[in-house]
């Protein structure tokens, strides 16, 4: 039996790479299981803007960003938490219910 890892969906490479150069030119993600609805990926960039983005499953996130070259860390250790840097933008959303996407101001 082979085990053969998931297509990364070319559209999620995209904007993790876009997000990365767009943002000190690194970025650091945790892939989260959100059950039926799929897997979320939580980017920092190097500069500490964040931004996330969902894909159909964990395998499939993890895929994407080691397709992009996004260092890939299991959970919200102290180093990355602190690196995380919300602007106007990400606090002016939070608890209204919309999701923080990539691709939003910068």
């Known amino acids: 039996m082979t085990s053969e890892k998931?297509?990364?969906?070319?559209s999620?490479?995209?904007a993790l790479k876009s997000f990365a150069a767009a943002h000190g030119g690194?970025?650091?993600?945790?892939?989260e299981y959100l059950g039926?609805?799929?897997a979320?990926?939580?980017v920092v960039g190097a500069d500490g803007r964040w931004g996330d983005?969902?894909?159909?499953?964990v395998e499939s996130g993890r895929?994407?960003?080691?397709?992009?070259?996004?260092e890939l860390v299991d959970g919200w250790g102290r180093e990355l938490a602190d690196s995380v840097r919300s602007t106007g933008y990400e606090w002016g959303l939070m608890g209204r219910g919309r999701p923080v996407r990539l691709g939003g101001p910068r």
């Open 40 to 42: 979320r990926i939580v």
């Open 26 to 31: 690194s970025a650091t993600a945790v892939v």
């Open 36 to 38: 039926r609805r799929g």
């Open 53 to 57: 983005l969902v894909v159909e499953d």
């Open 6 to 10: 998931p297509a990364a969906p070319a």
């Open 12 to 14: 999620a490479v995209a």
């Open 63 to 70: 895929a994407a960003c080691d397709a992009a070259g996004v």
